[in-house]
């Protein structure tokens, strides 16, 4: 199991950019590999936790909530598997606490997601 470790986060102001990270450290199983999956989720106050982006450890293949498409991006750095997301033109209503999870699985669900970190804090003013 993954052991994850969320970093970058703060306050900005709307409009505004941040760079989220989550370094992992541990071992997959050779058999998960082509399915393992790091993903972003952030929950607001008084809001279900929400799936933000998700990419493929193998082969960088990634995923993007609608809801989020052209602003946030996820990425990988494949020299020390650093896993990264970008968020650009942020507002307001993106304030929250912003988790990465790890899993053998391509499901945009938090309960398909086995290991978490302890989250990060966004707070966006306007």
């Known amino acids: 199991q993954m052991r994850l470790q969320e970093s970058g986060g703060g306050s900005v102001q709307a409009g505004g950019s941040l760079r989220l990270s989550c370094a992992a450290s541990?071992?997959?199983?050779?058999?998960?590999?082509?399915?393992?999956?790091v993903a972003w989720f952030r929950q607001g106050p008084g809001k279900e936790r929400e799936f933000l982006a998700r990419?493929?450890?193998?082969?960088?293949?990634?995923y993007h909530a609608e809801s989020i498409l052209g602003r946030f991006t996820v990425s990988r750095d494949d020299a020390d598997g650093t896993v990264y997301l970008q968020m650009n033109n942020l507002k307001p209503e993106d304030t929250g606490v912003y988790y990465c999870?790890?899993?053998?699985?391509?499901?945009?669900?938090?309960?398909?997601?086995?290991?978490w970190g302890q989250g990060t804090q966004v707070t966006v003013s306007s």
């Open positions: 999870a790890a899993g053998a699985t391509v499901d945009n669900t938090p309960r398909a997601y086995n290991s």
């Open positions: 990419i493929m450890l193998l082969d960088r293949t990634t």
């Open positions: 541990g071992r997959i199983r050779s058999a998960q590999r082509g399915l393992y999956n």
